[in-house]
């Protein structure tokens, strides 16, 4: 059986406000082995927020990362996340290449656990 057999591949999706305050939450998600991989790009996003239409420039993160570390990925993103209500969605990888999905299931081994 191979490491990543009960695991799946999932994409934790987020917006921040700016480039830093996205590429320090993904650095130090990175850090903790929390997720493999995190992909940044700047978007114009239109939002509904306080009864007015918002018309914001912010940076999209795609985290990825395992079935194993999915929840305390989304709970550390929570608590490093500049925005009151932050988005946090997880989409599973339904299809995913076996070698990818052998290299998130390594990138994401806790320090801890490899001993």
Not at 28 to 39: D, I, M, P
Not at 42 to 61: A, C, F, T
Not at 80 to 108: C, F, G, K, Q
């Amino acid at each position: 059986m191979k490491m990543h057999d009960k695991q799946s591949g999932v994409i934790i999706i987020s917006t921040f406000p700016v480039e830093e305050s996205s590429i320090s939450t993904a650095k130090e998600l990175l850090n903790k082995r929390l997720c493999a991989c995190a992909n940044l790009v700047k978007v114009r996003s239109l939002y509904n927020w306080n009864n007015k239409l918002e018309d914001q420039e912010e940076y999209l993160v795609l985290f990825k990362c395992t079935t194993s570390t999915v929840k305390e990925l989304k709970s550390e993103l929570k608590g490093a996340h500049p925005y009151d209500v932050p988005e946090i969605v997880e989409i599973r990888m339904n299809d995913v290449s076996e070698s990818y999905l052998s290299w998130l299931a390594e990138s994401t081994i806790r320090m801890e656990k490899r001993k």
